[in-house]
């Protein structure tokens, strides 16, 4: 038998698509995009520290709403919710989760792990911060970094029960980093075009709940959308978070698609393995001082 050029042209193929099918590099892709107009950020008074104010040239905006020009929302945590009686099994990723402290600031501003994971604080300032877990189910954590320290300190060991909850700097009290903490791995924070991309190593095929998490527009009521994975892989529909959520809760809590809801027009009762939702109410507090 002659191979024509085409035919080898499409075992070629054949054999890349499937070295590029491996399950290890699938995930449940989307975009979250915020709709409406979001409130004006505030400005961050950092008079407080002139060594604070010193490192920036320009204003700093508070981080609780992060949008894009087109309304690309980061900064949001999107999970698998389990099946009620249900849980996850997945590995502990590797990859510790690193929070820096530079120029007065927490970066990344939100962060989400599974327990266990490592969870590493690095100070790229050359004075004092202190890591101040306000957690309510996990043990809290009071480190202080007087020094520029590039390698961290690991506070993982102390994240073992699935929460969210507030890390703040009890010298600066504009500082605040909000971690969510998980019992399986699949979750991601979408970045500053709204994409995030959760992997799926481990989770077989079926239809899940998404639940949505954003510290202000979302704190208290996480939204919830469907999806299917397929081979590992699921593309989501954008993703559509109101910019005044009480406004539309009044109204209807479906978007367009009919597919996204508040979780809290769903009537579930005990819930049995949805990540608990304080941080806002420990935000409030952190920022009166509390
Ligand atoms: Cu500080």
């Known amino acids: 038998m002659k191979l024509t050029v085409a035919a080898l042209f499409a075992a070629a193929a054949l054999s890349v698509a499937g070295f590029a099918a491996p399950n290890a590099s699938a995930q449940i892709t989307g975009k979250v995009m915020l709709q409406g107009e979001p409130?004006?950020?505030?400005?961050?008074n950092m008079a407080g520290d002139p060594k604070c104010a010193a490192l920036h040239a320009h204003p700093i905006m508070d981080e609780a709403i992060v949008a894009g020009d087109k309304g690309e929302l980061a900064n949001v945590v999107v999970s698998i919710k389990p099946a009620e009686g249900k849980t996850l099994k997945g590995e502990?990723?590797?990859?510790?989760v690193v929070i820096d402290q530079k120029g007065c600031q927490y970066s990344p501003h939100v962060v989400a792990m599974m327990v266990g994971q490592d969870l590493v604080f690095t100070n790229s300032d050359t004075f004092a911060h202190n890591v101040h877990s306000l957690a309510f189910d996990n043990k809290q954590f009071n480190i202080a970094q007087p020094f520029k320290d590039e390698k961290g300190s690991d506070r993982g060991a102390d994240v073992k029960t699935p929460e969210r909850f507030a890390v703040k700097c009890d010298i600066h009290p504009w500082m605040l980093v909000q971690v969510n903490a998980f019992d399986h791995p699949f979750f991601a924070?979408?970045?500053e075009k709204?994409?995030?991309s959760i992997p799926t190593k481990g989770l077989p095929d079926g239809k899940y709940e998404l639940e949505i998490w954003q510290e202000k527009l979302l704190a208290e009521t996480p939204m919830t959308q469907e999806v299917e994975v397929k081979g590992g892989k699921a593309k989501v529909p954008d993703i559509k978070v109101p910019a005044n959520?009480?406004?539309?809760?009044k109204a209807d809590a479906t978007d367009a698609k009919g597919d996204t809801k508040l979780a809290s027009a769903k009537t579930?009762?005990?819930?049995?393995?949805s990540v608990k939702s304080k941080a806002q109410a420990i935000a409030?507090?952190?920022?009166q001082g509390k």
Do not use: I, L
């Not at 579930?268 to 393995?273: E, F, I, L, Q, R």
């Open 39 to 44: 409130p004006q950020p505030q400005e961050v």
């Open 92 to 96: 502990v990723p590797k990859k510790p």
């Open 189 to 191: 924070v979408s970045n």
């Open 194 to 196: 709204g994409e995030f």
């Open 245 to 249: 959520p009480d406004k539309d809760k």
């Open 268 to 273: 579930k009762s005990g819930a049995c393995c």
């Open 284 to 287: 409030s507090a952190a920022a």
